[in-house]
């Protein structure tokens, strides 16, 4: 507790007293931070609907993990288990979370067994820019693989920012919290020598998980706590950037993550017996991202990623008996892409992957899968002053053996998309843009071969997406900066992969059964004031309509009903103002009601919640060295609410956090 008061002391006093000392002119610092920000936060002008945070942004939006970024963009749906420890994934326009790829420095990162990636192990503090892009990656020299998905999560680490006079750079940060945060970090770039720069960071994370929340049934009410929710994570990566000459330059990077986390049950009413089952996660992988460009039009990318993980999961009262099952994947991960400028208006690349999946389990009647992925894409782009024109031809196939029973049929699938982009007027501020996608993804490990559940004999879920869109931006009098982006889509699930109960709760069965209609509308709008006196503030609103339909058979009691954990209508902006060494941000999110099963009716209903955050943050200079203080009020009026039904979201909690940089 003594610790916990001093903290807190220093927050006061760096808050509340105006600092005399800073070396720096406190208005050309800002005036630095905003033209930096103002130069990456605009998403309008893109030929596809793509939303971006760059490093600063960042800092305002109230975020610990990646998935609480996320869920400020617009058609995005998080769905959170709970706590810091809780499982996090991401479904866009209502596809699934195995249809959003997430590219880490242009390799996607890649869970065969699951499919997904669990966005709460990824902290923001070593981010320099992500971007969500549909339909496309952000770039057209991307791999192969990166064009298969219906849309793409990019993030990039933390860029060494050297000047010439400077060696190396640290930032050390520490964040503490509710429910027993405490987050150190480390962050380590050091310039080798005249063509090579290192960076290295550290992130060590652990929190009891521990909240308070109420479990009502009808009007009665009592308070409880969620328990098994603790986390210990640790976090090291390094980057090295060596620039070989003027036109070859070589990427690397390992990556290493441990976790130990307590896996919470779901709530049930009246039951306050404890789950006792956990999981512990491992992740080393090493990338490298070699480029040279042999022309002034010919430039070659390879990438090349080693990746292995592991999953332990443990489950003490697993029908009167200790369960303990252990998988261990790898994979080899290979890609060569070729890009021409033909022409200022003709662009074009080609890209060759090769990925070999293998997936072990300590059950002696494990099919221990291998799975081997061939990827050819092309792309075509046009562009001049009134047209921006994209074709992109995706070929893709698998083959996969097993060393006990039968495995997956192969697969040969190719997948067109285009996307037109006009410009009406001579002036870029208003565009048209339309696009036509065509996807799958194939089965997971687990839905193929899990124990009692995989079905081999699964067909691949395929996806057809349709989009038609503006956005307008422009500036009045140069003190304000307007940028709206409206788009409006369709999208058509085939051959859904779903889970439905056999003979019981333990015994379940994969078909692909359900066809699903998507319609839908994302709103982004953002409002920059440059004010006098140094005042800065910055909005963003975003709003979501998202219907999406069962429609597989008029028979079925949920036809025409509306899938699962996905609200009509949704809504998230914020704003931040900005003035001297001070920052203060306000963030909200909205999601109307929904239903947790795919048959909607008065027992699976979950009504609508907000959730509100605010944070103040001090920057300032001393002795050379950079200083920032933040304090953060999460789910300002202590909502109870939940994204899943039975578990429970924290109420109101508190951060604190410490950077220092030199």
Not at 67 to 78: C, H, Q
Not at 134 to 163: Q, T, W
Request: net charge positive.
């Amino acid at each position: 507790m003594y610790f916990f008061k001093r903290i807190a002391s220093i927050f006061y006093f760096f808050f509340c007293t105006q600092s005399t000392f800073a070396q720096v002119p406190e208005a050309k610092v800002l005036d630095t931070i905003f033209v930096k920000e103002k130069a990456n936060i605009t998403t309008i002008g893109k030929s596809i609907p793509v939303q971006m945070l760059n490093k600063n942004q960042l800092k305002n939006s109230n975020s610990f993990q990646l998935s609480d970024a996320l869920k400020t963009f617009s058609g995005v749906l998080i769905k959170d288990y709970g706590g810091i420890g809780g499982l996090k994934t991401i479904s866009v326009r209502s596809l699934g979370a195995q249809h959003s790829a997430v590219s880490y420095d242009d390799v996607l990162l890649n869970d065969s067994q699951a499919g997904t990636i669990d966005l709460g192990k990824i902290p923001t503090e070593n981010i320099e820019f992500l971007s969500l892009s549909n339909g496309l990656p952000n770039k057209i020299d991307a791999p192969a693989r990166n064009f298969s998905a219906a849309n793409v999560l990019s993030v990039n680490s933390l860029f060494p920012n050297l000047e010439d006079n400077k060696i190396y750079s640290v930032n050390a940060g520490l964040q503490i919290g509710s429910f027993g945060l405490w987050s150190p970090s480390l962050y380590y770039a050091q310039k080798i020598n005249s063509k090579i720069t290192s960076s290295t960071y550290f992130n060590y994370q652990y929190a009891d998980g521990k909240y308070s929340f109420l479990e009502q049934n009808g009007v009665a009410t009592r308070e409880r706590k969620r328990s098994n929710t603790d986390v210990k994570s640790l976090l090291v990566e390094n980057n090295l950037f060596w620039n070989l000459s003027k036109t070859q330059t070589l990427q690397s990077k390992i990556y290493y993550y441990k976790s130990d986390r307590g896996l919470p049950g779901a709530v049930v009413l009246y039951n306050d017996n404890e789950s006792r089952q956990r999981n512990e996660d491992g992740l080393f992988f090493t990338q490298l991202k070699y480029q040279q460009q042999f022309s002034k039009i010919w430039t070659q990318n390879i990438h090349f990623k080693y990746q292995q993980s592991s999953t332990d999961y443990h489950d003490p009262d697993w029908i009167g008996q200790k369960l303990e099952n252990l998988y261990r994947q790898k994979e080899w991960y290979l890609s060569f892409v070729n890009s021409f400028k033909i022409s200022n208006q003709l662009h074009t690349s080609f890209a060759f992957d090769y990925a070999n999946n293998q997936l072990k389990a300590n059950a002696s009647y494990f099919a221990a899968p291998t799975r081997q992925s061939y990827f050819a894409n092309m792309v075509l782009k046009y562009k001049s002053n009134l047209l921006d024109a994209t074709f992109n031809l995706l070929n893709n196939i698998v083959t996969e053996k097993v060393e006990k029973g039968k495995a997956m049929q192969n697969v040969n699938r190719t997948n067109p998309s285009f996307f037109l982009t006009l410009k009406p007027f001579q002036r870029d501020n208003f565009l048209l843009r339309a696009f036509v996608k065509n996807s799958f993804r194939l089965p997971n490990f687990n839905d193929l071969y899990y124990t009692l559940v995989g079905v081999r004999t699964l067909k691949p879920e395929e996806v057809t997406q349709f989009n038609i869109g503006a956005t307008f931006n422009t500036s009045v009098a140069r003190h304000i900066d307007l940028s709206i982006a409206v788009d409006a889509y369709k999208n058509y699930v085939n051959n859904k992969i779903v889970a439905y109960p056999s003979y019981n709760m333990f015994s379940w069965t994969m078909l692909n059964v359900d066809k699903v209609e998507i319609t839908g509308a994302d709103v982004c709008t953002k409002l920059n004031f440059v004010l006098p006196k140094n005042w800065f503030i910055h909005t963003d609103v975003n709003y979501t309509f998202q219907q999406s339909l069962n429609v597989s058979n008029p028979k079925d009691a949920n036809y025409l009903h509306q899938i699962a954990y996905t609200p009509l209508h949704s809504l998230s902006g914020g704003f931040s103002v900005e003035k001297k060494q001070y920052t203060f941000s306000y963030r909200m999110l909205w999601s109307g009601w929904r239903y947790s099963s795919n048959e909607n009716n008065n027992s699976t209903y979950l009504d609508a919640y907000g959730d509100h955050s605010v944070s103040l943050r001090k920057e300032f200079k001393l002795w050379n060295t950079s200083y920032q203080m933040m304090a953060e009020v999460l789910n300002l009026y202590n909502t109870q609410y939940e994204i899943v039904r039975s578990y429970p979201m924290p109420g109101r909690s508190f951060r604190l956090k410490m950077n220092i940089n030199f």
